[in-house]
């Protein structure tokens, strides 16, 4: 059974930063695709970054370019986060889609499995 694990959130001052990481495992993941998420308080859960696990291709929402970056190390996928702000305060997800069926990543609809978030808090 294919498990997601996410840690590394926290309570930052606005312009820290912290590093999310989503260990996967329960599978083989060579042909996956992991999207992070986030939900604030009373919104909509929106795209922040997908990594394609072999990392040739990453993407960023427009609101998550030049602040943070995705990696992978070994089955653990992580994203640091620089610069953040009270906006960038909600839970974060993990979610892994595999294999990728389609070449939209935005969407949390296309993607298989969840984990169970873990709490961003910027205080400013």
């Known amino acids: 059974q294919v498990q997601l694990d996410e840690s590394g959130g926290g309570l930052v001052q606005a312009g820290g930063s912290l590093r999310l990481s989503c260990e996967a495992s329960?599978?083989?993941?060579?042909?996956?695709?992991v999207g992070w998420f986030r939900q604030a308080p009373g919104k909509e859960r929106e795209f922040v970054a997908a990594?394609?696990?072999?990392?040739?291709r990453i993407y960023y929402a427009d609101s998550a370019k030049g602040r943070f970056t995705g990696s992978r190390v070994a089955n653990t996928v992580y994203l640091q986060m620089n610069s953040l702000s009270s906006e960038d305060t909600a839970v974060y997800y993990c979610?892994?889609?595999?294999?990728?069926?389609?070449?939209?990543?935005?969407?949390?609809?296309?993607?298989?499995?969840w984990g169970r978030g873990t709490q961003v808090t910027v205080s400013s």
């Open positions: 979610a892994l889609d595999t294999p990728p069926v389609s070449p939209i990543y935005t969407s949390a609809s296309e993607y298989d499995y």
């Open positions: 990594i394609n696990w072999n990392l040739i």
């Open positions: 329960g599978g083989t993941f060579y042909t996956s695709r």
